[in-house]
């Protein structure tokens, strides 16, 4: 499997069932036929599968596209305070998790109806920068 190519580094893939994205300094997200558009203003940080679905980052906002019809359902200018810099799907309880520089993490909750996640509530955990969130399915 290839993709096409990037203009910049590659900064964040992920891999599922049967594809695979990769985010880059480039501000593109891009799977092996596609490049969904429009690209964010800056470098993609990172970006997380929900079903059909990719949420990206980028700055202090979270896109959400869909896979199927390659267009963006959600657009959150502001997700965070400070530069994004980790997302993880918790799929037992439909939950999108951001950590960013600043040390806080926030909870998203995944709608089915509209297929699109709203906040839930933040804490902070450190007084620095969350690197990266993982989760344990």
């Avoid at 290839?2 to 880059?24: F, R, W």
């Avoid at 501000?27 to 940080?45: E, F, G, K, M, W």
């Avoid at 509209?114 to 804490?123: A, D, P």
Wanted: charged letters at 15%.
């Amino acid at each position: 499997m290839s993709c096409i190519g990037h203009a910049a580094p590659v900064q964040s893939i992920v891999y599922g069932e049967d594809v695979m994205v990769t985010g880059s300094r480039d501000r593109r997200i891009n799977l092996p036929i596609q490049t969904l558009c429009p690209p964010h203003y800056d470098a993609v940080s990172s970006m997380a599968l929900w079903n059909k679905n990719i949420f990206s980052a980028c700055g202090v906002s979270t896109k959400l596209w869909s896979l199927e019809n390659y267009t963006n359902i959600q657009s959150i200018d502001g997700a965070q305070t400070n530069p994004i810099t980790s997302l993880v799907w918790l799929p037992q309880n439909r939950s999108l998790l951001s950590g960013c520089k600043g040390g806080e993490l926030k909870v998203w909750a995944g709608t089915t109806k509209s297929n699109k996640i709203q906040f839930i509530g933040s804490v902070t955990v450190s007084k620095y920068a969350i690197n990266s969130v993982a989760a344990n399915s």
